[in-house]
């Protein structure tokens, strides 16, 4: 911003461009979003997230300081110079990835939704997140593979896989392994870029504690360390592990929470998954801190997504797998805020490093996270695309 100064000695303007310059501050914001769902090809039924508590949260609190590890740097801050590439593991060496899972819960999901989705949106997802089902088809598909090829246009595949044909104990036992086995076979045929990859992402809403259930968080552990290590047996190098949390409260302050964890063998990233909600006094409604470090009355110890993972996994990167804001006709103009939101205060969580936004007219509850469902929310969001912290090149 530049101010003219007239009829004052140029000493004092000198000192007053000075003044100036050093209180401008740059970067558009933005705000976030509300309890995810899963996307994908013709997704079956399931149990949305746990009713909220009655109480209301607790405010979002702080993140926790956090020592610097070994990749990559803190997000780039405005007027630095954007030279930032994705390296070991898909980290990027500066600045923080912008994907989405476009289309999502509709029909037109995959390159007609991700096309239309960066037409509305201005600008090219560094992230493309597609979800499959089951133990039919394989992945990626011809389709996923021109996306992440697009010579215009590259992208990085997340690969979002949640088998639905056994339990978590059955695919721990060995009940996947001939798909697994094609699986494999398929991907070193089509595609040896790197990519995300997860199993089963959510677990925490489907976890039945009782010994012998087949769903134990212990049968989650085994069952992910399971596929995991089978790709890699068979010859898959290239995935990136990512374990994908539903970062719900009521599950993460459950006794079991700590036991589903893999092992950082087995995994590369850490993730969550998590939503802003749009009316006044509704458990999530908050500005981007909020949405990082929700807290809840009914877990007074609980201290947050972001301050948990940061200092139970300091090895890792975190990713914020889904994210949005749930629009409300009540209170329309919150999602611009929150968009707004999370430009200001993406620098105060320097250990994320892809943030992926979930992009659906209606999910299971008919909530609609569509940027474009406010005009001043799309306007908002198409400026945070912009910001130079988000800028990475994955080619």
């Known amino acids: 911003m530049r101010r003219r100064f007239r009829l004052i000695p140029a000493l004092i303007a000198v000192v007053a461009l000075v003044v100036v310059a050093g ?15 899963a996307p994908g090809t013709a997704p079956p039924p399931r149990a949305g997230p746990a009713p909220p508590p009655a109480a ?13 590890s070994g990749w990559g740097t803190a997000p780039e801050r405005p007027g630095e110079p954007r030279d930032c ?22 029909s037109a999901r995959g ?25 039919n088809g394989l992945f990626p598909t011809a389709e996923e593979v021109g996306i992440a090829g697009d010579p215009a246009r590259p992208r990085l595949l997340f690969l979002n896989w949640k088998p639905w044909d056994a339990s978590w104990a059955e695919i721990a036992d060995g ?12 991907v070193r045929a089509t595609y040896r870029e790197p990519f995300f990859f997860t199993v089963h992402h959510e677990p ?21 360390r399971h596929v995991v290590g089978r790709l890699r047996a068979r010859g898959v190098d290239n995935l990136v592990t990512v374990v994908v949390h539903m970062a719900y409260v009521p599950y993460t302050s459950a006794r079991w929470f700590p036991d589903l964890y893999p092992g950082d063998d087995v995994v590369d990233w850490v993730a969550w998954d998590t939503y802003a909600y749009s009316d006044r006094g509704e458990y999530g409604h ?82 609609d996270s569509r940027p474009e469902r406010t005009s001043s929310g799309l306007a908002a969001y198409r400026d945070l695309g912009r910001l130079p912290v988000f800028q990475v090149d994955v080619r």
């Not at 209180?23 to 769902?37: F, Y």
């Not at 607790?58 to 300081?65: D, E, I, M």
């Not at 390159?111 to 089951?134: K, M």
């Open 23 to 37: 209180l401008v501050r740059c970067g558009p914001r933005q705000d976030d979003r509300p309890e995810p769902a």
């Open 56 to 68: 209301p949260p607790a405010p979002g609190r702080s993140p926790a300081p956090s020592a610097s």
């Open 85 to 106: 590439r994705v390296g070991a593991k898909l980290v990027p060496t500066c600045n923080v990835l912008w994907g989405a899972a476009p289309g999502a819960f509709t």
């Open 111 to 135: 390159a007609r939704a991700l096309a239309e989705y960066e037409e509305s949106t201005g600008r090219t997802q560094a992230v493309y997140h597609a979800y499959h089902r089951g133990m």
């Open 175 to 186: 009940a996947a392994d001939d798909y697994l086995d094609r699986l494999a076979a398929h």
């Open 204 to 224: 925490e809403e489907e976890v039945d504690p009782r010994p012998g259930s087949g769903y134990t968080a212990h049968d989650y552990r085994d069952m992910f």
């Open 286 to 367: 908050g500005d981007f801190a909020e949405l990082m470090n929700r807290t809840s009355s009914e877990a007074p110890d609980w201290p947050g997504f972001y301050n948990w993972a940061a200092a139970r996994h300091p090895s890792k990167p975190l990713m914020v797998a889904e994210w949005g804001v749930w629009a409300s006709r009540a209170n329309p103009g919150h999602q611009a805020e929150f968009y707004r939101s999370v430009g200001r205060q993406i620098h105060d969580f320097p250990r994320i490093k892809a943030l992926l936004h979930f992009d659906t007219p209606h999910d299971q509850r008919g909530r």
